[in-house]
């Protein structure tokens, strides 16, 4: 997987583009199925407890954060990678000017 790659979600309307991305394969899931890429099509439902959806704009990492993707199409799964859940990453506050 490498920087800029697009995924879309088989169960939902989520979309994804990679920022950063650690070395060799990522599964990475939404909905709790595999992502696919542009073309593809898969189908199914969201499952329950991979339905906590997804925010357009938003940076989601993994824990050590070698994984970065910006979410480009809102939908109704949340992303993971392999078993563990992507959170959303936080904002850097800015200095503050007077």
Do not use: F, W
Not at 5 to 10: C, D, E, F, G
Not at 30 to 46: I, K, L, Q, T, Y
Not at 70 to 88: I, R
Request: charged letters at 25%; aromatic letters at 2%; glycine letters at 14%.
């Amino acid at each position: 997987m490498s920087a800029g790659k697009r995924l879309k979600s088989a169960v939902c309307a989520t979309e994804i583009m990679v920022i950063a991305a650690p070395d060799g394969e990522v599964q990475l899931l939404c909905g709790g199925a595999p992502m696919v890429e542009d073309g593809e099509v898969n189908g199914g439902d969201v499952d329950p407890g991979h339905a906590a959806g997804t925010a357009i704009g938003k940076r989601y990492v993994n824990a050590d954060g070698s994984l970065e993707v910006l979410c480009v199409k809102a939908g109704d799964g949340s992303l993971a990678q392999g078993d563990a859940a992507l959170t959303v990453k936080d904002a850097k506050k800015l200095p503050k000017t007077d």
